[in-house]
């Protein structure tokens, strides 16, 4: 029975394997030289250059889950494997939640629909993006794609209820469709901590989860901004990295506004790095605000 009237369910297609591969082949190259024009291209001309990447690289994705079982609605298409029906209808019913209020936050519209893929297991989500079987997420957006580790293969309860509330709160969905957002609107132009700082805030305002709580690191060592962009999943201590990006998001609504958020989103659409564009909202450039996060983490400790 199909509880969502505007959800349709469609079977996995037939033949058609070799034209499939070719394509494959074809859109993997293209990516490739898009890819590299990326990095060497700077400014405004390298956000549109990268929009054609992303989009290469989501058709990409689309054509290569063709096989999977799909359910769709007007904003969402959700690839699965047999089995796992249940979890689909519950990641398409979250993403169906939490899509108004992060576009509303935002302000943004997805002209396509958004593809989610759901793995039923940790080896079949790190193995898609080729990462190690040791790597330990819920969820990744990548290139207009978003990810998501099965309910079932992390959730230990038998209730649906029970099921649905803690992946509402404690899943990737929110988090995820943010990261999604903010890679359109700054057209991949984000530094790593930033868009981490950004999702992680959003998150937190929607279901009230956190890793850590703002005063947790105070006093501690912080990392250097230019070795959190460059090196950012490198970094040894992640819990750090990851509280110290969301720690500055906050510093920077907290003492500049809300809107200063989406003005510095909308500079690094234009194609500004991240210091001009704090220079350009906050009047400091990104010595200076760390500087000044320095100082408000320790008011914050006292």
Known sequence: MNIYPLIK????????????????????????????????VPGQIRG????????????????STRHMLTLSDGHFVVRYYPGDADSALLVLKTAREFYP???????FSSKKKIPLIVHPTRESLNASLGWPASENAMGVY?????????????????DPRQVEEVFVVSGPVAHELTHLV????????????????????????????RFARTGDFAG?????????????DQLPNQTLAYWQSLAAVEYLVEVYG???LHKILAALGQGRDMDAALQQV????????????CSWLGQKRA
């Open 101 to 107: 209020l992060v576009s509303r936050d935002f302000r």
């Open 48 to 63: 549109y250059v990268y929009n054609i990447f992303r989009e290469a690289a989501r058709a990409q994705v689309m054509i």
């Open 9 to 40: 369910t469609q079977p996995p297609p037939g033949t058609g394997q070799l034209l499939l591969w070719f394509w494959l082949k074809i859109m993997a190259v293209f990516v490739a030289l898009v890819f590299i024009l990326v990095i060497r």
């Open 258 to 260: 809300e809107e200063s």
């Open 182 to 209: 903010v890679d359109y609107i700054t057209r991949g132009n984000v530094p790593r901590w930033f868009t981490e700082g950004v999702a992680q805030y959003e998150e937190y305002r929607l279901t009230g989860f």
């Open 220 to 232: 501690e060592p912080l990392y250097d901004f230019a070795e959190m962009e460059r090196d950012f």
């Open 282 to 293: 906050t009047g400091q450039d990104l010595d200076q605000f760390a500087a000044g996060l």
């Open 142 to 158: 990548w290139a207009g794609v978003i990810r998501v580790l099965s309910p079932n293969a992390w959730i230990d309860a038998r």
